[in-house]
């Protein structure tokens, strides 16, 4: 069974922090995506990595694929109040098609 | 340009009752994918529709069905509600049902079981 475990639950931090969420599984994705959803709205699409080891940047969010292709980090620098939301994690399930399977996610607050 | 349209926004029913919600995708956008998001909790995935076509069901009860018409649009239709399904019901639309391309969601319905 194809599960995505994120951690930490929750981060309560104050405005000019950084920090780091990850997302882990004992199995192998072909890609993962990483979504920020914020309350009352639907997920919104952050970023996909689909190579082993690949790194992207997204101005203040970097995100990496980890080499076996089973676990990913985001890492925010620099944390602003705008950047205050549930942070998940979501790889496709086994059988194709545009089917996800979704963390948990990590529930960020940033506090002016 | 129209993101994907979910109605409705909010609704509340009794327990046994049936329900009927709605998702219009992106304009050009074939595939809908449902999803169910419980109170703190990720979204978990109920059905996939392409080209009106069901490509995938995820683990849920019979209770759960749903369709796509020839517009491309889809309902989402749920009998005998139990209280656990009160959830936030999110639809996502993508041009083709392939994992690669991105899924745009919905806002969602909040659906409140009493």
């Known amino acids: 069974t194809q599960l995505l475990e994120q951690s930490p639950q929750f981060l309560s931090i104050q405005e000019g922090e950084n920090l780091t969420v990850y997302c882990n599984s004992s199995?192998?994705?072909?890609?993962l995506q990483w979504y920020r959803q914020e309350p009352g709205e639907g997920p919104v699409l952050l970023v996909t990595?689909?190579?082993?080891?690949e790194v992207k940047k997204l101005k203040r969010l970097t995100f990496q694929f980890g080499d076996a292709r089973k676990d990913s980090s985001l890492h925010i620098t620099a944390a602003q109040p705008g950047d205050t939301g549930l942070y998940l994690c979501?790889?496709?399930?086994?059988?194709?098609?545009?089917?996800?399977?979704f963390g948990a996610g990590t529930r960020l607050a940033v506090h002016p | 340009d129209a993101g994907v349209t979910q109605s409705p926004t909010h609704l509340i029913k009794t327990r046994g009752q049936h329900v009927t919600l709605r998702c219009s995708p992106i304009?050009?956008?074939?595939?809908v994918s449902w999803y169910q998001q419980v109170l703190g909790q990720g979204p978990q995935f109920i059905f996939q529709?392409?080209?009106?076509?069901?490509?995938g069901r995820g683990n849920f009860p019979d209770r759960f069905s749903a369709r796509q018409f020839p517009n491309y649009s889809s309902e989402l239709n749920v009998n005998a509600l139990l209280l656990g399904d009160s959830a936030l019901y999110l639809c996502?639309?993508?041009?083709?049902?392939?994992?690669?391309?991105?899924?745009?969601f919905g806002q969602g319905t909040r659906l409140t079981v009493v």
């Open positions: 996502a639309s993508s041009l083709t049902g392939d994992v690669s391309i991105e899924a745009f």
């Open positions: 199995s192998v994705f072909s890609s």
């Open positions: 990595v689909v190579t082993g080891g």
């Open positions: 979501a790889g496709p399930l086994s059988g194709g098609y545009n089917k996800l399977i």
């Open positions: 304009s050009g956008h074939k595939s």
């Open positions: 529709y392409y080209e009106k076509e069901e490509r």
